[in-house]
């Protein structure tokens, strides 16, 4: 059942339930997205692997986030069990056979994979306003602070460097308002409030250096399978702000590092965004209008973008449109919300007269899925009730001693598993800081020096120097020294000694004229 150029997805059957005909995604439009829905315990992440396993399997690299860890099994090969043997003599699936497939594992936290890092700069203000939860004043204020950094060469590379730029805003708010505009003292603080926020919620770890190359997320193993990188995202999903703008930082980098390609024969990269609902949840209407924008236009650039989620009303309609492949499992209608969900699901696709779709989405079994695909000239397929095919890897998380090995084997091993500090702003402003201190002190050492010439010596505070015995003599102004009560004294003797030698003079000269 297996053919070139496409991705065998599963078996479709008619309403007796005997097996159709095979369904088949073509690589040729691989990069125009794709949608997988469901409700909890439909076949998500069998049918996430099944989809990743056969990407691989044709030379394209691939990116998935692994919420629960099932993910991960991808990296093990398949073992024999009933319920996999069994779904392939439903669907005819002789050729199936049990296979591992070359993995790379990556951890924001170093934890369950190689560290994944950004700098500051490379995430930009809009997705960081995004990951602090920015007002609008606040947001002013980080663009604000990104044109400061460029103009003055300041390189933001970890939160430290943010922050150490945020103190130097503050500091000197009224200067810089005058060039840039308002800097509020009261949005700087909530700023770095925010920063405090991230730090305990372990953002710190993104951000740095190496940063993460995208070029280590597109290779090719030696038997010219496509790797496929497996983010560990179940602690990530604790801070799931931060799981939604580092997805979409990765997103941005795809777009704007990647080259024009148009229409390939198949993509250079396929991302599979597992909890999609987590990127639009209470996101700003720019954000959404950014992701919009790079969904539309990545396509040219090679890469194939999957959202997995449970409804389809978590994506918004906008970005929906731009999702070509579309694979729907059961979906429950208890509450108005999943009736609606239902009735969008069914009306997204192309009927089908042999049966009703807002029916079966109900009804479907797990592992079961209403598919519909892009064909000739991309146009959608009438979607066709569908049983997903078993995949070649364990179905089932690894170990960690088996990670362990994998991460050994890795090709990017050494790479990015130790931090690199550089000099970046946090460094630069404290050296200019310590510099106008020091300015500072020797212009007030050379302001407190004795005048040249002058026998007497300036006075000091008590213990700042000095004899703390004397008695501090008040300071005169500029040139001018104020004389000591003994200086005073000796002075005023010679000028009675004077006056009085000079008046026995002047007697005795006019006596001696008298005579």
Sequence with gaps: MLEDGKIFIGASRNPDDSINKGEYLDLKFGNRHGL???????????????????????????????????????????????????????????????????????????????????????????????????SEPQEGVINIAFKIADKAGLPLLDLKDFTALLNYMGENASELSSQFGLISRASVGSIQRALLVLEQQGAEHFFGEPALKISDIMRTSNNGYGQISVLAADKLMMNPRLYATFLLWLLSELFEELPEVGDPDKPKLVFFFDEAHLLFNDAPKVLIERVEQVVRLIRSKGVGVYFVTQNPLDVPETVLAQLGNRLQHALRAYSPREQKAVKTAADTFRPNPAFDCATVITTLGTGEALVSTLEAKGAPSIVERTLIRPPSARVGPVTDAERQQIMARSPVLGVYDDDVDRESAFEMLAARAQKAADSDAAKRAQEQAPQEGNTTSGWTLPGFGGNDDDKAQPRGRSGYQRETVMEAAMKSVARTVATQVGRALVRGILGSLKR
Excluded at 42 to 54: F, N, S
Excluded at 73 to 99: H, M, N, S, V, W
Aim: proline share 4%; hydrophobic share 45%.
């Design 36 to 134: 997988v829905t469901g409700a909890t315990g439909t076949g998500k992440t069998v049918t996430l692997q099944v989809l990743a396993e056969g990407f691989a399997r044709a030379g394209v690299p691939v990116f998935a986030a692994d919420i629960k860890g099932d993910l991960s099994g991808i990296a093990a090969k398949g073992e024999p069990k009933d319920f996999l043997t069994k779904r392939a003599e439903q669907i005819g699936f002789d050729d199936y056979e049990f296979e591992q497939f070359p993995v790379i594992f990556w951890d924001l936290f170093g934890e369950k994979g190689h560290r994944v890092r950004t700098t500051v700069a490379e995430m930009g203000p809009l997705l960081l306003a995004r990951l602090m939860d920015a």
